[in-house]
């Protein structure tokens, strides 16, 4: 393994849905057509996935896809998603596979961010205490119930921690009860916080605007979050990722380029 740390942007779809769900109050009635991203992380220590994308079969399949995506509509529509953008097919590029990844790091538990655990199986998959009591519970819609069926055999983790050396997860809820952002540290580059959810768009952070969904409604808690990752970027000199922007997507490392 290479000692440098590296950062691999993976497009593993894209979904259509109305502004508002990722800016709070603003952008009703304008579609806009964002990235599902996720991250493989390699750090002299091992390999970190944050994120996995979608479950593909539920969009391959148009009786899963309609059972799971037609009570969105209208204001989201089903992600569009290749069987090449499934995270096995990426690590293959790269002469990997799944038993080569030591963390599964989920943000959080929304269909487009953890979905594709279905595909990496045996797989050392960290979570949030916080994040998991509520995705549990049911109540909410983002999380469906068949995704979390190995969640007892998750690390489940409290607060802060390293998930490897220069690579620390930082809290960030209000999307969600328990969301995580990862602070990683590079060689050659400037540090890179992924915002997850926390920061959807540029104008998150740029306007300070909470995300469209926040978990009971929580907004200050969301704007907390948004607020405490521009201080750590600031102090730090780090670069915010925002998570479903497709301008930023763009300015990326086209893959298998990556970030150093």
Avoid at 92 to 109: E, R
Avoid at 162 to 170: E, L, R
Avoid at 224 to 235: G, H, Q, T, V
Wanted: aromatic share 8%.
């Amino acid at each position: 393994m290479s000692r440098a740390p590296k950062i691999w942007p993976l497009l593993t779809g894209t979904v259509r849905y109305d502004k508002t769900i990722s800016t709070r109050n603003y952008g009703h009635g304008k579609f806009i057509n964002a990235p599902i991203l996720a991250y493989l992380i390699e750090t002299p220590n091992g390999r970190i996935l944050y994120d996995v994308g979608c479950d593909y079969r539920k969009l391959a399949d148009p009786l899963l896809r309609a059972r799971y995506f037609d009570p969105m509509r209208p204001l989201v529509e089903a992600p569009v998603m290749r069987e090449e953008q499934r995270i096995p097919r990426y690590l293959a590029k790269l002469g990997l596979t799944p038993s080569d990844i030591d963390v599964v790091f989920i943000g959080h538990l929304h269909f487009d961010h953890a979905g594709g655990l279905c595909d990496l199986p045996g797989c050392e998959v960290h979570i949030q205490g916080d994040e998991l009591a509520v995705a549990s519970t049911g109540l909410d819609g983002s999380v469906f119930a068949d995704e979390l069926v190995h969640a007892n055999l998750w690390r489940v983790k409290r607060g802060e921690y390293v998930v490897a050396p220069g690579v620390h997860a930082i809290a960030s809820p209000g999307h969600t009860a328990g969301h995580m952002s990862l602070f990683i540290e590079l060689r050659k580059g400037p540090p890179v916080i992924l915002c997850g959810d926390a920061a959807d768009l540029g104008e998150n952070l740029s306007e300070e605007i909470a995300p469209g969904y926040c978990w009971q409604d929580n907004e200050t808690l969301a704007l907390a979050s948004i607020r405490k990752l521009k201080a750590l970027a600031s102090r730090e000199d780090a670069e915010l990722w925002p998570n479903h922007d497709m301008d930023f997507f763009r300015g990326l490392p086209d893959f298998p380029a990556w970030r150093e």
